[in-house]
């Protein structure tokens, strides 16, 4: 009801509609469902990129400076903070938020943290309308930020069509920090702060994870109709010095390397088709949980459950099987 | 199918038992449906204390002074270490329990680490399962630790009949740092190192955040049938030491305190049917979850959504509707 003139202020890329239909989306579905609806047809020009790593990995840093060049390149950049496990770590992220700020007054980057507050909604569901959004107001590239450890960062990065996971070589856990379900998506691994001792280290250590890992990101024998194959992509490693920009010009060379190799490949299409699954999931998931949680407080049926649940009648598994019974699905 | 001579063991209070069904309710959900189908009826005698508090607050000596009272008195105590962000902090918590498994080499402590392990089938439902389990293995006391960030810690909460929060004099922002649904259900805050200046002030902090407080956790119109009113309980704070030791006599008082309001009130028959609802949901959420995977996998139709998703005639939110209607749920 009424986002006509937000939407259409937004299609002229107008930064406040952005930011204000963002906190909407954010806040509540229903508005989300009526917005996302309004604008989908105008979605997909900007490319994704999901770029995780652990606390100290230095990914703030690397989004500057990698955002500086884009803009220097004449693109709009978009970027999405997310942190699940905010308040904890929250300030640390609005901190780098803030920093990011200052270099950023102009009007090609816009910033966004989500923190907490995108999880009453599903925090993956949210930053996906957001995506759009961004989309929509003119960003040629969205950037997610996660700290990648929950599996809700899995779940968003379904929505990038590269992931970048940055590591470096003074932690010597941080591969086993970054959640197993990131690594097997990730097509790019950075090392940062290269000119430390034991970044060559580090750089074995990933090739010989990815020796070992039998996991892949694409189902290749789904991608092409007729069973012609499709060539595999190796994820590329890159050192680099977010701080000085010392081998950027290298990451960005495979950054583009990887989208020529989508489109080419045609292996795009594989990834439109998971992100839509992914995406009508993620909706699924809080439209079912929304339904579910009204019924078990409104019908009297189910009062009768918890009172035989209660007596130890039955069990909770057994209750909710006859709700699944009741909600009409087989 | 064939976890009979297992469950018999359990019954009996074999440790070897209890922790191989834990591991199978962890990892299965149609397993952890027929054990709990199976043990159900043996539930409800372990008394369940909900501990939180932010890294560095001491849980793990506050718990391990705990328990070494409780075994004193002659009780089993069960401890669930749960940590969502894990594996980022997981080796904080596994060294923790590394240390607290020295101090137990009695047969009366149970201890379990859950990390990411049980986040596949919902960190929640599982925790659950798992008290069951510890409840009919003979524990009195049940005591789940987290570290208080997620909106799943607040569901496994749900479960507790106590909830304690932890908080320190040095740490100027522990307050916030606690999920605000965390602080809602508090029913018993405590101010550990009170050894260290600061600690009358932090005891200042909580009482003026109480005093603003509106929510409180009990819903006091539903309790007593015929409209009687119920006395609430107010949130208590108490100042403890847990490397000495000082001050445990009135925290366990405070404790028993709060059980016995439990019962007298009648108020426990609320916890009961709020705990059930709860589980009952995230049993649900899991199972439907899983039914709407496998359809967007196998469905001939859903292929043809999302057909149109990708051409951009139909968004993933108008996808999501036609997808409940094919569930068959109104």
Redesign the interface.
């Known amino acids: 009801m009424g986002y006509e003139a937000l939407i259409d202020r937004l299609l002229k890329g107008d930064t406040r509609a952005a930011a204000r239909l963002i906190t909407i989306v954010e806040n509540d579905i229903a508005s989300?469902?009526e917005i996302?609806?309004a604008i989908?047809?105008h979605?997909?020009k900007a490319y994704i990129l999901g770029i995780t790593g652990?606390?100290g990995s230095g990914k703030s840093t690397l989004i500057s400076t990698l955002t500086t060049i884009f803009v220097k390149e004449g693109k709009k950049v978009g970027i999405i903070c997310v942190d699940?496990?905010?308040?904890?770590t929250g300030?640390a992220l609005l901190g780098d938020r803030i920093r990011m700020k200052k270099h950023f007054t102009t009007d090609n980057v816009f910033i966004r943290s989500m923190a907490?507050r995108g999880?009453l909604g599903g925090l993956a569901r949210a930053t996906?309308d957001i995506i759009k959004i961004l989309d929509v107001y003119g960003c040629d590239i969205v950037i997610i930020e996660t700290?990648g450890?929950?599996?809700s960062e899995v779940d968003i990065f379904r929505s990038a069509q590269s992931v970048l996971v940055l590591l470096v070589p003074e932690m010597g856990?941080d591969i086993?920090?970054i959640?197993a379900g990131i690594m097997e998506i990730t097509d790019i691994f950075i090392v940062n702060k290269m000119d430390l001792p034991g970044a060559d280290r580090k750089v074995s250590e990933i090739m010989q994870m990815l020796e070992l890992s039998i996991n892949f990101k694409y189902d290749y024998e789904n991608i092409n109709q007729g069973n012609a194959k499709v060539r595999k992509w190796t994820p590329k490693i890159v050192k680099v010095n977010s701080k000085t920009g010392e081998n950027f010009g290298n990451l960005l060379e495979i950054i583009n390397e990887h989208r020529s190799y989508l489109e080419e490949t045609g292996v795009i299409?594989n990834y439109?088709?998971k992100r839509?699954?992914n995406?009508?999931?993620q909706?699924?998931?809080h439209?079912?949980?929304k339904?579910?949680?009204e019924l078990?407080?409104s019908n009297s049926q189910i009062d009768e459950y918890?009172r035989l649940?209660?007596d130890?009648s039955m069990?909770?598994?057994?209750?909710?099987n006859l709700?699944?019974q009741l909600?009409?699905?087989?």
């Open positions: 989300a469902e996302i609806n989908y047809k979605t997909g652990a606390p699940p496990t905010s308040p904890l300030g907490n999880q996906e700290v450890v929950g599996q856990d086993q920090a959640k299409e439109h088709l839509i699954r995406e009508t999931l909706i699924l998931k439209k079912l949980t339904k579910v949680e078990l407080h918890i649940v209660m130890k069990d909770p598994y057994s209750m909710a709700i699944i909600l009409g699905i087989e």
